[in-house]
């Protein structure tokens, strides 16, 4: 099998561009190697090993990417890393996320390495959770923090070497779209589909993104693949009535690293709040490499980079919109804030004996059980305290009426706000 797939590929290289056969994705595969590592990313250096699959296991391939690595949903065992500081509990398997922003981080079946993450979880989405444990910090020196090892969410993927799998059917690699393969050239430029939105549940690149880009994961590592893998690199693409291909354009390793590294600026850019994003220069790079890239599998993957600045930027100026009212809000508040604070004053030192409280006596809108039934607000329905009448004191003959109260005052931390225990009730005038 494996001889047949490699004279598969030499004849896939030496036919025209437009003759490339299409793969109808996602599609089930067996591993055809004795075993073989499933990795982070596509890469077997930079990216670290999760999981390790056997022949005869079965995997689902998404898609084919460039080096001939296939993108697979997360095989059986597969797991992620989430701090258990931003999970809310709602069982003993279930957490929802209580942040925005959360990093995901792919969990490897080796050791508590956690340095790539693919993509980010909003607050209220749901986790499944399947074990934790105290890892150290990620960076420097610290105390050990309690994770959470997740189900990998929805839009997180694996990647294998393409020549350790086979289609379980070799009639599915006649149909559907392969996003690498080359567009049959129609004189035009070729855009990516529309973008999903700022929040789609899709990982948002096409390839993870690491901390630390650099690092190298050789231990343990499968040679299985390596002379294909550096054969095809070098072989030159042929396309027949085709223009050669212009010597000034870079490699593409060299462009696959520079816009990895344009993507880790990007994670950082997403990583600050909203208000603080600028997409200015990270977007006139990105239109930069795609410009000198003479790749249009290249340009499609910076387009749908383009695309999500560009969704964005439509949060960036919704959470703009929301400050500005917000701060508004914000100083209308304190200015009501002083007035009664004024007026609370006014009542204090005109009055004797000195109240524990004034204002208008209502109904408390809470529904808790053992809650305050009554609260004291000001002119504006801004709760002062809320009331509890000792033995005698009948606050129902007081509703909507204003009154100065006595009794002792406390703070009630579960509702955030005073607590007065009535004795006893006097009509007051308030000064608006």
């Given at each position: 099998?494996?001889?047949?797939?490699?004279?598969?590929?030499?004849v896939?290289?030496?036919a025209p561009?437009e003759?490339?056969?299409?793969?109808?994705f996602?599609?089930?595969?067996?591993?055809?190697?004795e075993?073989v590592?499933?990795?982070?990313?596509?890469?077997?250096?930079?990216?670290?090993?999760?999981?390790?699959l056997?022949?005869?296991?079965?995997?689902?391939v998404?898609?084919?990417d460039?080096?001939?690595?296939?993108m697979?949903?997360?095989?059986?065992?597969?797991?992620?890393?989430v701090p258990a500081?931003?999970?809310q509990?709602?069982?003993?398997?279930?957490g929802v996320?209580?942040?925005n922003?959360?990093?995901?981080?792919v969990?490897?079946?080796?050791?508590d390495?956690?340095?790539?993450?693919?993509?980010?979880?909003?607050e209220?989405?749901?986790?499944?959770?399947?074990?934790?444990?105290?890892?150290?910090?990620?960076?420097?020196?610290?105390?050990?923090?309690l994770?959470?090892?997740?189900e990998?969410?929805?839009?997180?993927?694996?990647?294998?070497?393409g020549q350790?799998v086979?289609?379980?059917?070799?009639?599915g690699?006649?149909?559907g779209?392969?996003?690498?393969?080359?567009p049959?050239t129609?004189?035009?430029?070729?855009?990516?589909?529309?973008?999903?939105?700022?929040?789609?549940?899709?990982?948002?690149?096409?390839?993870?993104?690491?901390?630390?880009?650099?690092?190298e994961?050789?231990a343990?590592?499968?040679?299985?693949?390596?002379?294909?893998?550096s054969?095809?690199?070098?072989?030159?693409?042929?396309?027949?009535?085709?223009?050669?291909?212009?010597?000034?354009?870079r490699k593409?390793?060299?462009?696959?690293?520079?816009l990895?590294?344009?993507?880790v600026?990007?994670?950082?850019i997403?990583?600050?709040g909203p208000?603080?994003?600028?997409f200015?220069?990270?977007?006139?790079?990105?239109?930069?490499l795609?410009?000198?890239?003479?790749?249009?599998?290249?340009e499609r993957?910076?387009?749908?980079?383009?695309?999500?600045i560009?969704?964005?930027?439509?949060v960036?100026s919704?959470?703009?919109?929301?400050a500005?009212?917000?701060d508004?809000?914000?100083r209308?508040?304190a200015e009501?804030?002083?007035i009664?604070?004024?007026?609370?004053?006014?009542?204090?030192?005109?009055?004797?004996?000195?109240?524990?409280g004034?204002g208008i006596?209502n109904?408390?809108?809470?529904?808790?059980?053992g809650?305050p039934r009554?609260a004291?607000l000001?002119?504006?329905?801004?709760?002062?305290?809320?009331l509890?009448?000792?033995?005698?004191?009948?606050?129902?003959?007081?509703?909507g009426?204003?009154?100065?109260?006595?009794?002792p005052?406390?703070?009630?931390?579960?509702?955030?706000?005073?607590?007065?225990?009535?004795?006893?009730?006097?009509?007051?005038q308030?000064?608006?």
């Amino acid at each position: 099998m494996r001889s047949f797939l490699l004279a598969v590929t030499a004849v896939l290289l030496a036919a025209p561009v437009e003759a490339a056969p299409k793969v109808k994705f996602p599609y089930e595969a067996t591993v055809e190697a004795e075993e073989v590592y499933v990795r982070s990313g596509a890469g077997s250096t930079k990216y670290y090993p999760t999981a390790k699959l056997r022949r005869g296991e079965k995997v689902v391939v998404h898609r084919h990417d460039p080096g001939g690595w296939f993108m697979i949903a997360p095989p059986p065992g597969s797991f992620s890393w989430v701090p258990a500081k931003y999970v809310q509990k709602s069982s003993a398997h279930r957490g929802v996320i209580t942040a925005n922003n959360v990093a995901i981080r792919v969990g490897s079946f080796e050791s508590d390495i956690r340095d790539v993450y693919q993509r980010t979880l909003a607050e209220n989405d749901e986790v499944r959770i399947i074990g934790e444990k105290m890892l150290p910090p990620e960076t420097g020196p610290g105390q050990p923090e309690l994770w959470y090892r997740i189900e990998p969410p929805r839009g997180e993927w694996r990647w294998v070497p393409g020549q350790a799998v086979a289609p379980v059917q070799l009639g599915g690699l006649t149909a559907g779209e392969d996003p690498f393969v080359a567009p049959e050239t129609d004189g035009s430029p070729r855009r990516s589909p529309a973008s999903r939105g700022a929040h789609d549940s899709s990982t948002s690149f096409e390839t993870p993104l690491t901390d630390e880009t650099t690092k190298e994961y050789t231990a343990g590592d499968t040679s299985f693949g390596a002379p294909l893998e550096s054969a095809l690199s070098n072989r030159p693409l042929v396309r027949k009535g085709g223009k050669p291909e212009k010597r000034q354009n870079r490699k593409q390793d060299d462009l696959l690293d520079e816009l990895d590294r344009l993507d880790v600026r990007f994670r950082s850019i997403l990583d600050k709040g909203p208000l603080e994003w600028d997409f200015d220069q990270l977007e006139r790079d990105y239109v930069a490499l795609r410009a000198e890239s003479g790749s249009p599998n290249i340009e499609r993957m910076i387009d749908t980079r383009l695309d999500r600045i560009a969704g964005y930027r439509k949060v960036n100026s919704d959470e703009s919109e929301l400050a500005r009212i917000q701060d508004e809000t914000s100083r209308r508040d304190a200015e009501l804030a002083e007035i009664q604070r004024r007026q609370e004053a006014q009542l204090t030192s005109a009055r004797k004996p000195q109240f524990d409280g004034a204002g208008i006596v209502n109904r408390a809108a809470l529904h808790r059980r053992g809650a305050p039934r009554y609260a004291l607000l000001n002119q504006s329905g801004k709760v002062l305290a809320y009331l509890v009448p000792t033995p005698g004191v009948d606050l129902e003959r007081w509703i909507g009426r204003a009154a100065g109260v006595t009794g002792p005052r406390a703070p009630n931390p579960e509702l955030k706000a005073d607590q007065i225990t009535v004795n006893r009730l006097t009509p007051v005038q308030l000064t608006p």
